[in-house]
């Protein structure tokens, strides 16, 4: 998992001001280090299916969080995708 200090940097990076932090640009960061997390996590444990089922559902509900920021402001959703260097 992430250790705190690199949860508090993703934090200080996406955070909108000073005590920001459940907005969904930092859930979506949080969520991508996870992601990175699990992927890296998988690679050495191929029969891990639970930890698998989690990493599933953990970019479904980042993908949703990306179409919503989509959704109501494009430019933010612009700099998150290049910021944690996402495909789409």
């Given at each position: ?16 001001h ?39 559902v ?31």
């Amino acid at each position: 998992m992430l250790n705190k200090e690199v949860k508090t940097s993703l934090i200080g990076k996406f955070r909108k001001h000073e005590k920001d932090t459940g907005s969904s640009e930092v859930q979506v960061a949080l969520m991508t280090g996870r992601i990175n997390y699990l992927t890296e996590h998988l690679k050495i444990h191929k029969k891990d299916h639970s930890s698998r089922r989690g990493l599933i559902v953990l970019v479904g509900k980042r993908r949703s969080l990306l179409d919503y920021i989509k959704k109501t402001d494009f430019e933010k959703y612009k700099s998150v995708i290049d910021s944690l260097k996402l495909r789409k």
